[in-house]
């Protein structure tokens, strides 16, 4: 028996729970209740206001905490990277850990926290909520990059002339972004799709994608949840491919 | 002549933490020249090259470029251009950009960028490679990219480290006549590292031999080769037979239970020396008046350009011999070596020494184990001594639980009859072994000494 | 003077990070019942979680249960199913391996929420109740890619002849697959486990739309319910707390010994 043929069983399994249920969506969200073919709930996307709204200030708030990750997580990640600047094992353990700790709980123990500090929770304490949460998933990539990068380039650069300051901008950041790219693939979307991290941080004030198409699907509206949820999966296909075959980025994961 | 220097190390040392990696070396290297760091792994070549262009600084001592000391300023600053062992090509650029990095950080003009790259590609045989992206080369193409980048800055030395030992036999052989070509070319002072002896004989002008981070001798091609001036060295370029010798007085040397004449002097009377015969310089002969000694064929084997043999010599030596005719195996044959070919070395040691302590009356501390020894008088417990062990007193043990140390082999030397093996134990000494057994390098050994065979004395602390 | 600016830096960003866990952590050890009210120090709620006796709700003990149950069949379904298919996919080529590996990436790019609606539809379609068995399968689905991604790098690091080396000594391929690849995989293997284990003890939203009406509650579901209804069930603080600490210790273990083994072996 040939050893490629290991890999039937997986390959059904993925077909019936993987491929079948993005079908799905785009079936459902193609169906009235009925089952007949429409377009209704496409349109009806489009002309929604509240959900266009709402759409909009999930992406804003995405691309900015997708930002202020980068900002603050890539400096962290070269110094945990830097065998001058940071010896210490633990260190990068207490960097990872938080994500390995249930994600809900943390948001609800930065939500109660900000409620004994009397901070008013809205659009700040989301942003704040949202980096605390995903931050972690930006520095691992990114400090996975840097440490399996190969020194001799650093050197060669150097070698050529290149200051410390030219070497990192023209030879270390090009090269981390396989890193990058894991690392906002591992934030950008998640934030735009999260429901229950801005029910707890905005008392619900503020509503992400995420929030609405939940909002539908548990009011059996599962033809307008599918239609939104087939609407994200447009964009995710347009991002995934947008980032190419990036085997490098898989490689910054594990 | 001091203004012929364009590099020049003097004192220089480096550590590792507790690993001393280079001690007190002390080179200059001349302007133009095509200079070889020669060793095997470890010895120390790549740490030296590295403290020249400037990636390391040495713990001890300077590292002057036309005599103003240059320890102090960083790689991006010295006017020296390195060839990485495995070419580190920028994968993000193509062989272009990867060429122009340095000019461009120089701010040179484009068209002025534009001609200095197409040049340098030309002289590597690359033209027309500039868009390609650098992971679609080969290994050897990769290489010419490496050269061409460091060439195109015009250092005032090209640092070159290992540079064709990832290439195969035939592409490394056609490097080494280009590279050699470029020299001549350019003008330029080359550094090269490399632990090929055979590439460093081709290629340099001057080589360097190192070891364990001294530097055992500095010479030109042929020097290093006809006169080596110590076994390391001897065993380490070309193949020779390195044999225990006896000088019985000048120009004549005695060894395989034969005297023969040579042309060393100075050495003493009856003083033991090593002598090193290349397996080229044994001679056949039919004529019995020429015959030094006799022998026994034990193998021949074809080598392409000659024929290389085994023989067991009449007073039970087995030499190595080279020769354009082959001679049968077992035939009885009669050998002469001219005295040119005799080179007579100076033995680093005839002994072991250490430095111990008393432990009692009869146990000593050495190299970190405790040893039994012969009840010694005079001396009592803490006392500071040194031991004396003969080679061949040493006993080797397969295991490393059976022995008194735990060491490692770290080199063998055949002498003829018998091995001469450097044990590094766990603490990092060294111990020199005369063996008839076959070890590897590498194997774990235990060991220990007969208590009568250590020769201990008071050693007076200074 | 760089290094104490770069510990600074990441100091600040590690006490921003545990601020919220070390406030819960401080208040675990006091009974009252409001967050943030500190009634005097007290390891009540420790004991009320050891014996089932809350002052919330009864269930929270019973979803912990749930979670770690789910949690460990899923994961080892899961590297099983995905050594199986990793061993598959390394021997494939061209467009059926590119396929199956865009197939088996999808869950891992794909957000939550994405996967949990499609799962819900699916059971819808395939006319299955949704349960424990539909919570299992939906962890299955998107533990097994962590595995396959685990135990890829192990078999392209493996040498390719020991599997034919085994048949030809007279090994069928099950014998082979158990006594040649499985000890060759097993870091990867492992790895790939602790990977679905942890995504699965981790998610919401899948489990939040598969888990059907059946009152099914994982820890997250449960810390879900409970914060809407307002108030945080005092014995989650010792649970979170102890969660935090296990992970801790887990992650400083598996790091020592990763660090002296490269010693050793240096």
Known sequence: MKRSHWSIPYAVFLAIFVALPLVLIMVYALQDGQGHFTLANITRFFSDSDALGTFAVSLEIAIENTLICILLGYPAAWILANRELNRSAVTIVLFILPMWINALMRTLATAELFNILGVQLGKGTLLFGMVYDYLPFMIYPIYNVLVKMDKSYQEAAQDLGATPWKVFWKITVPLSMPGVTSGVLMVFMPTVSTFAISEFLTNNKIKLFGTIIQENINASMWNYGAALAFFMLIIIGVTTMFNGNNKEAEGALI | MAGDRIIDLQHVSKRFGDKTVLEDINLYIRKGEFITLLGPSGCGKTTTLRLIAGFLAPDEGEILLDGKDISAIPPYKRPFNTVFQRYALFPHLDVYDNIAFGLKLQKVPTDEIDRRVRRVLKMVSMTDYEERDVDSLSGGQQQRVAIARALVNQPKILLLDEPLAALDLKMRKDMQIELKEMHRELGITFIYVTHDQEEALTLSDTIVVMNEGKIQQIGTPTDIYNEPVNSFVADFIGESNILNATMVRDRLVSFIGHDFPCVDEGFGEGVPVDVVVRPEDIYFTTNPARCQFRAKVNSCTFKGVHYEMYVDTDNGFELMIQDYDPYEVGSEVMLYIEPDDIQVMHKERTCNTFEGKMVDATHVELLGGTFECLPQEGLSAGDAVTAEVDFDKVDLLDHQEEGVLAGEVHFLLYKGDHYHLTILTEDGDHLWVDTDDIWDKGDLVGVDIAPKDLKITRRNEA | ?266
């Open chain 3, 1 to 266: 003077m760089k290094k104490l600016i770069s510990q600074i830096y990441l100091w600040i960003l590690l006490i921003l990070l545990y601020a919220p866990l070390v406030f819960i952590a401080i208040f675990s050890f006091t009974e009252s019942k409001v967050l943030g009210d500190w009634a005097g120090f007290s390891t009540k709620l420790y004991e009320n979680l050891f014996t089932g006796r809350m002052q919330g709700s009864a269930s929270l003990i019973s979803a912990v249960e749930n979670t770690l149950l789910i949690a460990v069949v899923s994961a080892a379904v899961s590297m099983a199913l995905g050594t199986v298919a990793a061993i598959g996919i390394h021997n494939l080529s061209g467009r059926k391996r590119r396929a199956l590996t865009f197939l088996n990436n999808i869950p891992m790019i794909n957000p939550d929420v994405i996967t949990g609606v499609s799962l819900f539809l699916l059971f819808i379609f395939l006319h299955f109740s949704q349960g424990y068995l539909t919570v299992i399968l939906s962890h299955i689905s998107f533990g097994t890619p962590y595995v396959v991604l685990s135990v890829l790098p192990k078999l392209q690091q493996m040498n390719p002849n020991i599997y034919e080396a085994a048949l030809d000594l007279g090994a069928t391929p099950a014998q082979a697959l158990r006594k040649v690849l499985v000890p060759q995989l097993r870091p990867g293997m492992i790895s790939g486990f602790i990977l679905a284990f942890t995504m699965s003890l981790d998610d919401f939203a899948v489990t939040f739309f598969t888990r059907g009406t059946i009152g099914l509650e994982t820890l997250s579901t449960y810390i879900y319910a409970d914060a809407r209804k307002g108030g945080l069930t005092p014995e989650l603080r010792p649970l979170m707390t102890l969660i935090f600490l296990m992970i801790l210790v887990l992650l400083l273990v598996i790091n020592l010994r990763q660090s002296r083994l490269q010693k050793a072996n240096e």
